[in-house]
């Protein structure tokens, strides 16, 4: 596979400019993934149209490395489609962040940098995956015994946690199993610490109503 590392460049220069447009606008903004949520989520009309740019050239940029993002997926072990596309997903985080953390001037190609923050997304989510089994299988640790006090988590229980938005199911992972606090977590996704509790209380609720259903 051959990339262009001047169209590369060309398009990452020309976020970079939309970004600093956008600041007229919106306000001071971090390069980076919460940054172009803000551009996002701002009703000003010239912000939107800034964004609507921005996402143009992200998909002209995901649309030339496709092969590389699937030939990236397909390194792995991929038993079904819906895990295919759960690592091409992570492969596209991967991918944008490497965009957002990319330093032209140390001499990498654009190609060869998102390809280390693919696979290693990829690679994170297998490990996770490999945890879940555990998980199931062995029960829920220390705090989440608090929720569920024999500490067994039988069928009924994954189905109640399957049931829940993939979001949803990688919040109440970090928080009562790996540890996460609430506001580490809101900080991974740009919102306030409450708004994760909200979210993890609701998800508690819901597994709680699909048992006794």
């Known amino acids: 596979m051959h990339y262009d590392p001047k169209k590369d460049l060309k398009s990452i220069r020309r976020i970079r400019l939309l970004f600093r447009l956008a600041e007229k606008v919106v306000g001071p903004l971090d390069f980076n993934e919460q940054g172009l949520a803000k551009i996002a989520r701002s009703p000003h009309p010239r912000a939107q149209r800034i964004s609507r740019l921005i996402r143009r050239e992200l998909e002209k940029l995901l649309e030339r490395h496709h092969p590389l993002l699937v030939w990236i997926v397909e390194s792995f072990e991929v038993p079904d489609q819906n895990t ?36 290693s997304r990829i690679g994170s989510l297998a490990e996770r995956n490999k945890e879940f089994g555990r998980f199931f299988d062995e029960g829920l640790p ?44 809101a900080k991974e996704y740009g919102v306030s610490k409450q708004r994760i509790e909200q979210v993890y209380k609701r998800c508690l609720r819901r597994m709680r109503e699909k048992l006794s259903s």
């Open 84 to 119: 295919f596309q759960e690592y091409y997903s992570e492969a596209v985080d991967g991918f944008l962040h490497a965009l957002f953390k990319f330093d032209e001037g140390k001499g990498v190609k654009f190609a060869t940098y998102a390809t280390i923050w693919a696979r």
């Open 142 to 185: 220390p705090r989440s015994a608090r929720v569920y006090p024999d500490n067994a988590l039988h069928l009924d229980v994954r189905s109640a946690f399957e049931s829940l938005k993939e979001r949803d199911k990688m919040i109440v992972w970090k928080y009562a199993v790996l540890g996460y606090t609430y506001e580490e977590i």
